[in-house]
Protein backbone atom coordinates (compact mmCIF):
# COMPACT_ATOMS: atom_id res chain seq x y z
CA UNK A 1 0.00 0.00 0.00
CA UNK A 2 1.00 3.61 -0.17
CA UNK A 3 1.28 6.35 1.92
CA UNK A 4 -1.93 7.11 1.85
CA UNK A 5 -3.03 3.97 3.16
CA UNK A 6 -0.76 3.20 5.51
CA UNK A 7 -2.45 6.62 7.33
CA UNK A 8 -5.55 3.74 8.07
CA UNK A 9 -5.84 0.67 10.03
CA UNK A 10 -8.35 -1.68 8.49
CA UNK A 11 -10.42 -2.99 11.52
CA UNK A 12 -13.02 -5.08 9.70
CA UNK A 13 -15.02 -5.58 6.45
CA UNK A 14 -18.75 -4.12 6.90
CA UNK A 15 -19.98 -4.62 3.38
CA UNK A 16 -18.91 -6.51 0.24
CA UNK A 17 -20.12 -5.82 -3.73
CA UNK A 18 -19.39 -6.29 -7.16
CA UNK A 19 -17.19 -2.82 -6.93
CA UNK A 20 -14.96 -3.74 -4.23
CA UNK A 21 -15.54 -3.76 -0.55
CA UNK A 22 -15.89 -1.29 2.19
CA UNK A 23 -14.03 -0.84 5.27
CA UNK A 24 -14.28 0.29 9.19
CA UNK A 25 -11.02 1.35 9.36
CA UNK A 26 -9.50 3.95 11.97
CA UNK A 27 -6.99 6.96 10.79
CA UNK A 28 -3.80 6.18 12.93
CA UNK A 29 -3.07 8.64 15.55
CA UNK A 30 -6.60 9.38 16.00
CA UNK A 31 -9.38 7.89 17.65
CA UNK A 32 -12.80 7.83 15.45
CA UNK A 33 -13.38 5.30 13.06
CA UNK A 34 -14.13 6.33 8.92
CA UNK A 35 -15.42 4.18 6.28
CA UNK A 36 -12.71 3.31 3.50
CA UNK A 37 -14.85 2.04 0.35
CA UNK A 38 -12.21 0.36 -1.95
CA UNK A 39 -13.25 0.04 -5.52
CA UNK A 40 -11.69 -1.87 -8.27
CA UNK A 41 -10.77 0.53 -10.98
CA UNK A 42 -11.54 -0.87 -14.76
CA UNK A 43 -9.53 -1.16 -16.93
CA UNK A 44 -10.55 1.23 -19.94
CA UNK A 45 -10.26 4.93 -18.96
CA UNK A 46 -14.32 5.67 -19.49
CA UNK A 47 -14.66 2.89 -16.97
CA UNK A 48 -12.42 4.47 -14.32
CA UNK A 49 -14.02 7.87 -15.12
CA UNK A 50 -16.98 6.70 -14.32
CA UNK A 51 -15.90 5.41 -10.89
CA UNK A 52 -13.96 8.99 -10.57
CA UNK A 53 -17.58 10.15 -10.53
CA UNK A 54 -18.72 8.59 -7.27
CA UNK A 55 -15.77 10.32 -5.00
CA UNK A 56 -16.34 13.43 -6.99
CA UNK A 57 -19.87 14.08 -6.65
CA UNK A 58 -20.11 12.90 -2.94
CA UNK A 59 -17.05 15.17 -2.23
CA UNK A 60 -19.82 18.25 -3.69
CA UNK A 61 -22.29 17.21 -1.24
CA UNK A 62 -22.55 18.44 2.22
CA UNK A 63 -25.90 18.12 4.60
CA UNK A 64 -26.19 16.80 7.56
CA UNK A 65 -28.37 14.11 6.04
CA UNK A 66 -26.19 12.70 3.76
CA UNK A 67 -22.62 10.41 4.49
CA UNK A 68 -19.68 13.34 4.84
CA UNK A 69 -16.45 12.77 2.27
CA UNK A 70 -13.59 12.90 3.92
CA UNK A 71 -11.03 12.37 1.24
CA UNK A 72 -10.43 10.10 -1.92
CA UNK A 73 -7.15 8.51 -3.26
CA UNK A 74 -5.78 5.79 -5.76
CA UNK A 75 -2.84 2.91 -5.49
CA UNK A 76 -2.68 -0.05 -7.10
CA UNK A 77 -5.31 -0.23 -9.68
CA UNK A 78 -7.74 0.96 -6.55
CA UNK A 79 -10.07 4.22 -5.67
CA UNK A 80 -10.17 4.50 -2.10
CA UNK A 81 -13.02 6.78 -0.34
CA UNK A 82 -12.79 7.59 2.65
CA UNK A 83 -16.11 8.70 4.05
CA UNK A 84 -18.14 9.44 7.84
CA UNK A 85 -19.29 5.89 9.45
CA UNK A 86 -22.75 5.36 10.46
CA UNK A 87 -22.80 3.09 13.44
CA UNK A 88 -26.41 2.24 13.09
CA UNK A 89 -25.60 0.40 9.86
CA UNK A 90 -27.68 0.44 6.85
CA UNK A 91 -32.06 0.59 6.70
CA UNK A 92 -32.34 -2.84 5.32
CA UNK A 93 -30.33 -4.67 8.01
CA UNK A 94 -32.45 -2.44 10.50
CA UNK A 95 -35.60 -3.02 8.63
CA UNK A 96 -34.90 -7.37 8.99
CA UNK A 97 -34.04 -6.71 12.44
CA UNK A 98 -37.63 -6.02 13.34
CA UNK A 99 -38.92 -8.98 12.41
CA UNK A 100 -42.54 -8.17 11.91
CA UNK A 101 -42.73 -5.61 14.36
CA UNK A 102 -43.74 -2.21 12.44
CA UNK A 103 -41.96 1.06 13.10
CA UNK A 104 -43.97 3.21 15.07
CA UNK A 105 -45.10 6.66 12.94
CA UNK A 106 -43.14 8.92 14.67
CA UNK A 107 -39.88 7.02 13.69
CA UNK A 108 -41.37 6.48 10.29
CA UNK A 109 -41.85 10.17 9.99
CA UNK A 110 -38.82 11.53 11.37
CA UNK A 111 -36.46 9.41 9.14
CA UNK A 112 -38.29 9.83 5.76
CA UNK A 113 -38.32 13.62 6.24
CA UNK A 114 -34.52 13.17 7.09
CA UNK A 115 -34.05 11.16 3.84
CA UNK A 116 -36.36 14.37 1.80
CA UNK A 117 -33.75 16.88 3.15
CA UNK A 118 -30.78 15.00 1.65
CA UNK A 119 -32.25 14.32 -1.12
CA UNK A 120 -33.35 17.56 -2.07
CA UNK A 121 -29.80 18.48 -1.34
CA UNK A 122 -28.77 16.33 -4.07
CA UNK A 123 -30.84 17.60 -6.50
CA UNK A 124 -30.03 21.39 -5.41
CA UNK A 125 -26.49 20.42 -6.64
CA UNK A 126 -27.97 18.95 -9.81
CA UNK A 127 -27.43 15.49 -9.33
CA UNK A 128 -29.23 12.41 -9.63
CA UNK A 129 -28.35 9.40 -7.42
CA UNK A 130 -30.20 6.70 -9.10
CA UNK A 131 -29.90 4.47 -6.65
CA UNK A 132 -31.64 5.10 -3.46
CA UNK A 133 -33.34 2.18 -1.60
CA UNK A 134 -32.99 0.85 1.83
CA UNK A 135 -29.18 -0.36 1.49
CA UNK A 136 -28.10 2.82 0.58
CA UNK A 137 -29.53 4.50 3.41
CA UNK A 138 -27.33 4.72 6.77
CA UNK A 139 -27.99 5.33 10.40
CA UNK A 140 -25.96 7.13 12.62
CA UNK A 141 -25.63 6.50 16.71
CA UNK A 142 -27.84 9.16 17.68
CA UNK A 143 -30.66 8.04 14.73
CA UNK A 144 -29.75 10.60 12.12
CA UNK A 145 -30.50 9.29 8.57
CA UNK A 146 -27.77 9.86 6.03
CA UNK A 147 -27.73 8.84 2.15
CA UNK A 148 -24.88 6.85 1.11
CA UNK A 149 -23.55 4.86 -2.07
CA UNK A 150 -22.89 7.55 -4.75
CA UNK A 151 -21.98 4.67 -6.92
CA UNK A 152 -24.66 5.40 -9.64
CA UNK A 153 -25.04 8.92 -9.14
CA UNK A 154 -24.72 11.53 -12.19
CA UNK A 155 -24.71 14.94 -12.77
CA UNK A 156 -28.19 16.02 -14.08
CA UNK A 157 -27.17 17.71 -17.30
CA UNK A 158 -24.59 14.99 -18.68
CA UNK A 159 -24.83 13.72 -21.57
CA UNK A 160 -28.16 11.33 -22.63
CA UNK A 161 -26.65 8.31 -22.90
CA UNK A 162 -25.28 8.48 -19.36
CA UNK A 163 -28.93 9.83 -18.13
CA UNK A 164 -30.27 6.93 -20.16
CA UNK A 165 -28.04 3.92 -19.36
CA UNK A 166 -29.44 0.75 -17.01
CA UNK A 167 -28.36 1.49 -13.22
CA UNK A 168 -30.44 0.87 -9.88
CA UNK A 169 -32.42 -1.84 -8.44
CA UNK A 170 -35.39 -3.58 -10.36
CA UNK A 171 -37.00 -3.42 -6.71
CA UNK A 172 -37.30 0.28 -6.43
CA UNK A 173 -37.21 1.20 -10.94
CA UNK A 174 -39.87 3.42 -11.92
CA UNK A 175 -42.16 3.25 -14.42
CA UNK A 176 -40.72 5.50 -17.24
CA UNK A 177 -37.27 3.44 -16.25
CA UNK A 178 -38.79 0.10 -17.27
CA UNK A 179 -39.96 2.50 -20.48
CA UNK A 180 -36.71 2.93 -21.58
CA UNK A 181 -37.12 6.80 -21.15
CA UNK A 182 -34.37 8.85 -19.25
CA UNK A 183 -33.52 8.78 -15.28
CA UNK A 184 -34.89 12.34 -13.75
CA UNK A 185 -35.15 14.06 -10.51
CA UNK A 186 -38.88 12.47 -10.25
CA UNK A 187 -37.62 8.70 -10.61
CA UNK A 188 -35.78 9.63 -7.22
CA UNK A 189 -38.53 10.36 -5.91
CA UNK A 190 -39.93 7.34 -7.24
CA UNK A 191 -37.23 5.14 -5.27
CA UNK A 192 -38.08 7.01 -1.95
CA UNK A 193 -41.76 6.65 -2.05
CA UNK A 194 -40.98 2.58 -2.56
CA UNK A 195 -37.91 3.23 1.39
CA UNK A 196 -41.49 5.18 2.90
CA UNK A 197 -43.52 2.29 1.49
CA UNK A 198 -41.26 -0.34 2.96
CA UNK A 199 -40.83 1.49 6.44
CA UNK A 200 -44.47 1.52 6.87
CA UNK A 201 -44.66 -2.00 6.25
CA UNK A 202 -41.49 -3.57 6.30
CA UNK A 203 -42.60 -4.82 2.45
CA UNK A 204 -41.52 -3.72 -0.82
CA UNK A 205 -44.59 -2.03 -2.74
CA UNK A 206 -43.93 -3.89 -6.32
CA UNK A 207 -43.08 -7.85 -5.85
CA UNK A 208 -43.58 -10.46 -8.13
CA UNK A 209 -42.45 -13.99 -8.90
CA UNK A 210 -41.48 -12.96 -12.42
CA UNK A 211 -40.16 -9.85 -14.24
CA UNK A 212 -42.80 -9.35 -16.58
CA UNK A 213 -45.27 -9.59 -13.68
CA UNK A 214 -42.70 -6.75 -11.66
CA UNK A 215 -42.72 -4.38 -14.41
CA UNK A 216 -46.96 -4.63 -15.19
CA UNK A 217 -47.04 -3.90 -11.61
CA UNK A 218 -44.91 -0.81 -11.32
CA UNK A 219 -46.13 0.16 -14.61
CA UNK A 220 -49.47 0.09 -13.11
CA UNK A 221 -48.50 1.81 -9.79
CA UNK A 222 -50.27 -1.29 -8.58
CA UNK A 223 -49.24 -1.72 -4.83
CA UNK A 224 -50.96 -3.28 -1.73
CA UNK A 225 -52.95 -1.52 0.33
CA UNK A 226 -51.27 0.30 3.77
CA UNK A 227 -51.83 -0.24 7.12
CA UNK A 228 -55.23 1.32 8.42
CA UNK A 229 -53.51 2.70 11.15
CA UNK A 230 -51.09 5.09 9.11
CA UNK A 231 -52.33 8.67 8.76
CA UNK A 232 -54.35 10.11 6.14
CA UNK A 233 -51.42 12.10 4.88
CA UNK A 234 -48.70 8.99 4.79
CA UNK A 235 -51.58 6.96 2.51
CA UNK A 236 -52.09 10.21 0.28
CA UNK A 237 -48.20 11.01 -0.05
CA UNK A 238 -47.23 7.25 -1.08
CA UNK A 239 -50.22 7.33 -3.62
CA UNK A 240 -48.46 10.65 -5.32
CA UNK A 241 -45.15 9.79 -5.40
CA UNK A 242 -46.66 6.12 -7.30
CA UNK A 243 -47.88 8.22 -9.88
CA UNK A 244 -47.28 6.55 -12.78
CA UNK A 245 -46.60 9.82 -14.75
CA UNK A 246 -43.39 11.58 -13.68
CA UNK A 247 -44.49 14.94 -14.14
CA UNK A 248 -47.47 14.04 -11.51
CA UNK A 249 -45.42 13.20 -9.02
CA UNK A 250 -44.07 15.86 -6.55
CA UNK A 251 -40.59 17.34 -6.40
CA UNK A 252 -38.58 16.96 -3.07
CA UNK A 253 -39.13 20.33 -2.49
CA UNK A 254 -42.64 19.79 -3.17
CA UNK A 255 -43.23 17.32 -0.64
CA UNK A 256 -41.24 19.24 1.78
CA UNK A 257 -42.71 22.32 1.35
CA UNK A 258 -46.23 22.97 -0.29
CA UNK A 259 -47.32 19.66 0.21
CA UNK A 260 -49.66 18.76 2.83
CA UNK A 261 -47.80 16.55 4.24
CA UNK A 262 -45.19 18.92 4.82
CA UNK A 263 -46.46 20.52 8.15
CA UNK A 264 -46.28 16.57 9.50
CA UNK A 265 -43.05 16.36 8.46
CA UNK A 266 -41.48 19.40 9.67
CA UNK A 267 -43.31 18.17 12.82
CA UNK A 268 -41.00 15.07 13.41
CA UNK A 269 -37.65 17.28 12.43
P1 LIG B 1 -22.07 -0.78 -3.10
O1 LIG B 1 -21.70 0.10 -4.23
O2 LIG B 1 -21.46 -2.13 -3.15
O3 LIG B 1 -23.56 -0.91 -2.91
P2 LIG B 1 -22.07 0.83 -0.64
O4 LIG B 1 -21.43 2.17 -0.61
O5 LIG B 1 -23.56 0.82 -0.69
O6 LIG B 1 -21.44 -0.03 -1.82
O7 LIG B 1 -21.60 0.01 0.63
C1 LIG B 1 -21.98 -1.37 0.81
C2 LIG B 1 -22.53 -1.59 2.22
O8 LIG B 1 -21.53 -1.25 3.20
C3 LIG B 1 -23.74 -0.71 2.57
O9 LIG B 1 -24.97 -1.27 2.14
C4 LIG B 1 -23.63 -0.62 4.09
O10 LIG B 1 -24.17 -1.77 4.71
C5 LIG B 1 -22.11 -0.58 4.31
N1 LIG B 1 -21.62 0.82 4.36
C6 LIG B 1 -21.12 1.52 3.32
N2 LIG B 1 -20.76 2.77 3.68
C7 LIG B 1 -21.08 2.89 5.00
C8 LIG B 1 -20.95 3.95 5.98
N3 LIG B 1 -20.45 5.13 5.65
N4 LIG B 1 -21.36 3.69 7.24
C9 LIG B 1 -21.88 2.49 7.55
N5 LIG B 1 -22.03 1.46 6.69
C10 LIG B 1 -21.63 1.63 5.43
MG1 LIG C 1 -24.94 0.15 -2.10
Known amino acids: YTVSMDRYTVLKVIGEGSFGRALLVQPKGSAGHSVLKEIRLPKTQCGQESSRTEALLLSRMKHPNIVAYRES ?18 LLQKMKQQKNTLFSVEVILRWFAQMCLGAKHIHDKRV ?15 GTVKLGDFGSACILNSSRAYVYSYVGTPYYMSPEIWDSK ?4 KS ?16 HPFQATSWKS ?12 LPNHLPYELHYLIK ?8 DRPSLHTILTSHRVSRLLQKHL
Open 182 to 185: PYNN
Open 128 to 142: LHRDLKSKNIFLTDN
Open 240 to 247: QMFKTNPR
Open 73 to 90: FEADGHLYIVMEYCTGGD
Open 188 to 203: DVWSLGCVLYELCTLR
Open 214 to 225: LILKVCRGAYPP
